[in-house]
C-alpha cells in the first residue's frame, strides 16, 4: 500500500519524528515530488504518490536510531512492513545506498528518493558536493574506510544526478529554487 501524504504524517508523529528530521523530509519530498513530476511530464512513468510517500518516510527510523545506533534506514524498512507499506518499503530501505543500481536501466522511484535525499541538508535543497561536505564532517571524522564508503556513495548519487538531469528540462543547480514551491499536497492521485 501507498500511504497517503496525511497517513505518512501520523507516522512520523507515531514513532516520534524529531521536528527537524520531519523538516528535512518534508524538503525531501518537494525536490523528489518535482523531480517525480517532471520525468511523468516527459512520458517517464514514476509513481509520484509512492516517490511522495517514500521522501516523506525514508527516515522514520532516524530518531529511534539516534539512542540505540542502528541502521535507520533498515529500521525504516522494518517499520514500513509493520504498517503493511510493502510498496515504498525498498525506497526507504535503499535511500541510504543504492542496491543494484544500472546507470543504463530504467528510471525508478528508489533513485529519485536517495537522489534527493543526498540534496537536502537538515531543511536546505544544496548540491551534492556541499551535502557530501556536511556528511564527511559529520560522520566521517577521521576514520579513511567510512570516509572512503561514503564518497564511494556519493560518486553514485552523481552517476544518478548525470542519469535523471539527461532527460530533466532543467539543471541540477535550480532543484532549489523550483522545489522551493513545490506542493505535495496537489497530486489528485494522492
Same mark, same amino acid.
Given at each position: 500500500?501507498? !500511504?497517503?501524504?496525511?497517513?505518512?504524517?501520523?507516522?512520523?508523529?507515531?514513532? $516520534?519524528?524529531?521536528?527537524?528530521?520531519?523538516?528535512?523530509?518534508?524538503?525531501?519530498?518537494?525536490?523528489?515530488?518535482?523531480?517525480?513530476?517532471?520525468?511523468?511530464?516527459?512520458?517517464?512513468?514514476? $509513481?509520484? @504518490?509512492?516517490?511522495?510517500?517514500?521522501?516523506?518516510?525514508?527516515?522514520?527510523?532516524?530518531?529511534?536510531?539516534?539512542?540505540?545506533?542502528?541502521? +535507520?534506514?533498515?529500521?525504516?524498512?522494518?517499520?514500513?512492513?509493520?504498517?503493511?507499506? +510493502?510498496?515504498?518499503? @525498498?525506497? *526507504?530501505?535503499? +535511500? *541510504?545506498? #543504492?542496491?543494484?543500481?544500472? #546507470?543504463?536501466?530504467?528510471?525508478?522511484?528508489?533513485?529519485?528518493?536517495?537522489?534527493?535525499?543526498?540534496?537536502?541538508?537538515?531543511?536546505?535543497? *544544496? $548540491?551534492?558536493?556541499?551535502?557530501?561536505? %556536511?556528511?564527511?564532517?559529520?560522520?566521517?571524522?577521521?576514520?579513511?574506510?567510512?570516509?572512503?564508503?561514503?564518497?564511494?556513495?556519493?560518486?553514485?548519487?552523481?552517476?544518478?544526478?548525470?542519469?535523471?538531469?539527461?532527460?530533466?528540462?532543467? +539543471? !541540477?543547480?535550480?532543484?532549489?529554487?523550483?522545489?522551493?514551491?513545490?506542493?505535495?499536497? %496537489?497530486? @489528485?492521485?494522492?
Amino acid at each position: 500500500m501507498i !500511504p497517503k501524504i496525511e497517513t505518512c504524517f501520523l507516522l512520523m508523529e507515531q514513532y $516520534s519524528m524529531l521536528s527537524n528530521i520531519k523538516d528535512h523530509s518534508l524538503t525531501v519530498a518537494k525536490a523528489a515530488h518535482l523531480i517525480a513530476r517532471k520525468m511523468n511530464a516527459l512520458g517517464i512513468e514514476i $509513481s509520484i @504518490p509512492k516517490v511522495t510517500a517514500g521522501a516523506l518516510l525514508h527516515d522514520i527510523g532516524k530518531t529511534a536510531c539516534l539512542k540505540s545506533g542502528e541502521d +535507520h534506514a533498515e529500521m525504516g524498512k522494518q517499520i514500513c512492513i509493520e504498517n503493511n507499506l +510493502h510498496e515504498i518499503y @525498498p525506497l *526507504v530501505a535503499e +535511500h *541510504v545506498r #543504492l542496491k543494484n543500481y544500472r #546507470l543504463n536501466s530504467g528510471y525508478s522511484e528508489k533513485e529519485i528518493v536517495f537522489y534527493s535525499d543526498k540534496r537536502v541538508n537538515h531543511d536546505k535543497i *544544496v $548540491s551534492v558536493d556541499d551535502r557530501l561536505a %556536511y556528511i564527511l564532517e559529520r560522520y566521517g571524522k577521521n576514520q579513511k574506510q567510512i570516509r572512503d564508503g561514503i564518497k564511494k556513495n556519493f560518486e553514485l548519487c552523481l552517476q544518478v544526478e548525470k542519469k535523471l538531469f539527461k532527460k530533466l528540462n532543467f +539543471h !541540477p543547480s535550480h532543484l532549489s529554487t523550483l522545489a522551493k514551491n513545490e506542493d505535495i499536497y %496537489y497530486d @489528485p492521485s494522492l
